[in-house]
Structure formats: structure tokens, C-alpha cells
């Protein structure tokens, strides 16, 4: 393993829109963690990370942590089954055993509209939700909970592996914030996040379609640009490139047997924490 590697690291491995984005912001604020300022390299996604090339592009978004901090990203794809089942493997290889998982889940109708909200906002999806959950196997999958987990457990200990309630990190980030200083082991008062969820699809900030598929999303911005832009200046940008998103769909708007419907295909991979399906 590269030296680069050889220091305390944990991931954010999802799941995709529920809170990781304001989690990472949080966490970012504590001076014993580094995170870069791509949140999302997602290098574990695919193979090419653990190739000699990979390996050094991987090292080098955790170039500027001091000696003795912490080192994590935050990629949803990780626990994207079954787009790709293999982050965990991969993660073991570059990190070791000993790395740390943080994984957030959310009430799985909430998470699965917000889903559809983002895909709709993209341009990626033009069917009304019913349609497209039916047609769109990622909305359930990326739902399946305990199935993207059974990755990540057969490759790290139980213990190594934090699972959190985006519903509880909302009512109370104080104190989700002091479990992961307990998981991580970092002084609890060095967090100095600010209230709510960052990237909700509901209202958020959406900047135009050209510069989402282009610009901001290149490697050279990404890896480049943006970790030598200071925050406050990325946060002004941001603000001032993008509009306002107008939600495609409410929670409310789904109907109870859609409801019922979505719970009884997810079954016991939402169970441990959302309950059996009614």
C-alpha cells in the first residue's frame, strides 16, 4: 500500500440525497478531519484507482491534510448496487482494514422522491413518478439499504461501520455529530456546522444545464480550481451562477397505496430502520 494512504480515513459511501452534502459540509468544518474539495471523486467506482496512476491521483485530493488529521471524501456511488458492487473491495485494498464507514439513509419515500426530483431537474427523467418508478430499477435499488451494506460488512467489521438516520441528524445534529466524533474519535466540540440539510432537491440552488454538464463538472475544475478557491468564494459563485429549483414533486403527493406499494418491494432491506413494510 502507498504511503499516502497509511493514515486514519473514513468514507461517506451514501446514500444518494439523503444529507451526505451537509454532512460533508459539517464535517469539513473540524479541524482533525480533511475532506477535499471535490466531495464526490467517487475513484473507488471502478478499477482504474487501483492502478498505479489511480493510486496517485487518488492521494493527491488528500495532498493538503496536515500531519495527524483525518482524511474522507463522500461518494454516493459507493452504495449504488447494482450499478457497481465493488467500492468496499476496492476500499480495502487502498485503505486498509481499519478505515471507518459512515453510511445515511432516509425514509425511503422521501429518499426516492428527492431522487426523482434531482433526475428531473437534470433533464434525466420526462415520466410522471409512478411511471418511472416502475421503469427506473435505481430508485428502489439505491433504497435497498441493508443490500448496499452487505458490500461494505463483508469486507470491514460491524464496528468500523456507522449507520445514520438522515430524519435524526435533521431533528438533533448536535448530537449525530457527537456519535461520528465517538466513531471517529475526534474532540466533539470542533464541529462548527450550521443548521439544516445543504442539498435537499426540494428549493435548492440548480445551476444552469450547460454549466452542470460542462464546467463544473470537469476534471480540471473539480480536482484543479475549485480546492484552491476559498469557500466562501465557491458558496458566492454558486449563489450567483444558479436558480432557485422548483420541486417536480412534494412527498405529500404520493399517494398512500403508492406508498404501501414502495414499501412492500423494498421488504427487510429498509426493516432495521424504517420498520417492516405495513
Partial sequence: ??????RDAFLIIGAMKAGTTSLYADLCTHPAIFMPANKEPESLATDDVLTPGGRRRYAQLFGRARPGQWVGEASTAYTKWPDQSDAARRAKDIWGPDLKVIYMVREPVARIVSHYNHDVQEGAQRAPFSEALR????Y???????RQLDFW???????????????????????????????LGVPVDGFTGSEGAANASDGKLLAPTWLRQGALRSHLYLNVVKPMLPAGMRAHAKRWLSRRASPALSVADVSDAE????????????????????
Fill in 259 to 278: 406508498r404501501s406499494w414502495i414499501r412492500a418491494q423494498l421488504g427487510a432491506s429498509i426493516a432495521p430502520w424504517y420498520g417492516a413494510a405495513a
Fill in 135 to 138: 421503469r427506473d430499477s435505481r
Fill in 1 to 6: 500500500m502507498m504511503s499516502s494512504f497509511d
Fill in 153 to 183: 460488512l463483508a469486507e470491514f467489521d460491524a464496528d468500523a461501520v456507522k449507520v445514520l438516520r438522515f430524519e435524526d441528524y435533521v431533528a438533533n445534529k448536535p448530537a449525530v455529530l457527537a456519535q461520528l466524533a465517538a466513531h
Fill in 140 to 146: 428502489l435499488d439505491y433504497t435497498r439499504y441493508a
